[in-house]
């Protein structure tokens, strides 16, 4: 093949927020910034159900799940995300990012569940589109 | 591609097994292990997961290696579903009546694939697809298909690989499949090529009736839709549209039914005739508030006499040869421009040859029939 088909692989994001928080700042931006880092970014919309985050992960087969939460709900939520990837045999190459307010201790638990980075407030938007370019391409 | 180059490698990692086809998708450059996986992926499709179908339109969006193989197998599995584009202008309301047009099929009992394209940006090639907000009636029932495609570039409303992803989700067994567009300015009209009906979304008030006479998207529409019809001026914009309509002696020949180039008067007159004799589809026009839903069933009435008439008139068979004719044509001179790529690169790249023309050594024609010319000769020759 040529190196141009090489180059036409795209990285795919979904920005997902999810559960009862109406907070989508940073959703917006991060979405912008991917946007501008040439990755197609799927928004999800505020207020959705894990189940809806889901199936549009498996639908729009992407790269990169970012989930956004500020509302301390992400313990509940994002295992219910991890469970239905994996059903859909979806969990093991989709990179998932978790972004908000996430107490260290918290922090742990999501990386041991299978988040792969945890990115609080103040996170340089460089340092997660660089986390992204660099773990996309490793999963198996 | 390599067509034979592909070929070999799928024979030779057909046992590669799933893992096998996750690899190839994390690189595309690893090829051999990497597309062998492919009838597998086509299997899987075909017994309707949704992964292998997500997996299959991602392979064709990045023109993956052996994503032609894959495209090609799935070709017998389709021609079942209705193709149904809607185009129109940024905030026209597309997006919503999709998702409403969706549901109502849902309720009858079919199922139905959406293919929304948005645009990408010219300088980074990054897009944000935000169509999937307005699919609030189908959330949680995957029966609803529903793939955001970035349009890579493309002009024209649709990404090149739409109509290969409009197969494989026809060949996954969708009843109904509907393409939503770029918001569509007045000469993207790429849609009619790809959908066997196209219905167009009309704001209120979206200009004076000097629209109405211009060429481009409003020649395309087999169904005119004037959303918003909650809105001050629709009645207006309606009789507007009307007035197009029965204006229209031979409706969008050239793009609808493939009636070759620019014509003589007697070819026109005697395609006047014939479609007399076959009753020319005259467009509905429907007004609807896709937000509360108003006017959808109308829009389906509309949508489902469209697909009758293409059937009985004989012009869907005539749409699908003239699709397949331009899909053939189009492939063919995406290779030879790759064939010309790496004749180029072998002659030390175009920009070399572009300075020389800088230098005024030479000219671009005459590199042109340097370059064409000793492919030209070979392939004549063969034909002899």
């Known amino acids: ?140 | 591609m390599n067509r034979a180059e592909s070929d070999g490698q799928s024979a030779e990692g057909s046992d590669a097994g799933r893992a096998g086809s996750d690899a190839g998708r994390d690189e595309p450059g690893t090829g051999p292990d990497g597309s062998g996986t492919e009838s597998e992926l086509v299997a899987d499709l075909l017994e309707g997961k949704h992964r292998a179908l997500a997996r299959v339109i991602s392979k064709i969006e990045d023109r993956s290696p052996g994503y032609r193989d894959i495209v090609s197998e799935l070709h017998r599995h389709t021609g079942e579903a209705e193709v149904i584009g809607v185009t129109g202008s940024p905030g026209a309301g597309k997006s919503t009546l999709v998702d409403k047009l969706a549901k109502t099929y849902r309720d009858d009992g079919q199922t139905v694939g959406v293919i929304a394209v948005d645009p990408s940006s010219p300088y980074t090639g990054g897009a944000v697809l935000g169509d999937r907000i307005r699919m609030a009636s189908n959330v949680g029932d995957m029966d609803v298909f529903f793939r955001s495609m970035s349009a890579r570039g493309t002009l024209g409303g649709l990404s090149t690989a739409t109509s290969d992803a409009v197969k494989a989700l026809d060949a996954f067994g969708k009843d109904k499949v509907i393409i939503e567009t770029v918001g569509a300015g007045q000469n993207e009209v790429d849609v009619v090529r790809t959908a066997d009906t196209v219905c167009v979304l009309v704001q209120p008030g979206s200009g004076d009736d000097v629209q109405m006479l211009k060429a481009g998207i409003l020649e395309i529409g087999d169904v005119f839709v004037v959303n918003k019809a909650d809105m001050d001026g629709a009645s207006r914009t309606v009789a507007e549209l009307e007035e197009m309509i029965h204006m229209r002696e031979s409706p969008a020949k050239n793009l609808d039914t493939g009636h070759h180039g620019p014509v003589d008067e007697a070819e026109m007159a005697e395609v006047a005739i014939d479609d007399a004799d076959e009753e020319a589809w005259e467009p509905d026009v429907i007004e609807t508030v896709a937000t509360s839903g108003d006017g959808i069933a109308d829009l389906v009435e509309a949508l489902a006499a469209h697909r009758t008439w293409l059937e009985e008139s004989g012009a869907l068979a005539e749409k699908a040869r003239t699709r397949y004719a331009e899909e053939i044509r189009q492939l063919l001179r995406s290779d030879t421009g790759r064939l010309l790529e790496e004749e180029l690169a072998e002659r030390g790249g175009v920009n070399a040859l572009a300075d020389r023309v800088l230098e005024r050594e030479t000219d671009p024609y005459s590199i042109a029939d340097e370059v064409m010319g000793p492919i030209a000769d070979c392939v004549r020759d063969r034909r002899e």
């Open chain 1, 1 to 140: 093949m040529s190196t141009q088909e090489q180059e036409e692989r795209t990285i795919r994001c979904l920005i997902a927020k999810v559960g009862l928080d109406g907070h989508d700042r940073g959703a917006h931006v991060i979405s912008r910034a991917f946007r501008d880092a040439g990755f197609e970014v799927i928004y999800s919309g505020l207020h959705r159900a894990p189940d809806e985050i889901v199936q549009a992960a498996v639908q729009e087969d992407v790269d990169v799940l970012g989930i956004s939460i500020l509302s301390g709900a992400h313990n509940t939520l994002v295992p219910k995300i991890i469970a239905g990837l994996e059903e859909y045999d979806a969990f093991e190459d989709t990179l998932i990012l978790v972004g908000g307010i996430v107490p260290d201790d918290d922090r742990e638990e999501l990386l041991e569940m299978g988040v792969s980075a945890v990115f609080g407030p103040g996170t340089p938007m460089e340092e997660t589109i660089e986390f992204v370019r660099e773990n996309v391409h490793d999963r198996t």
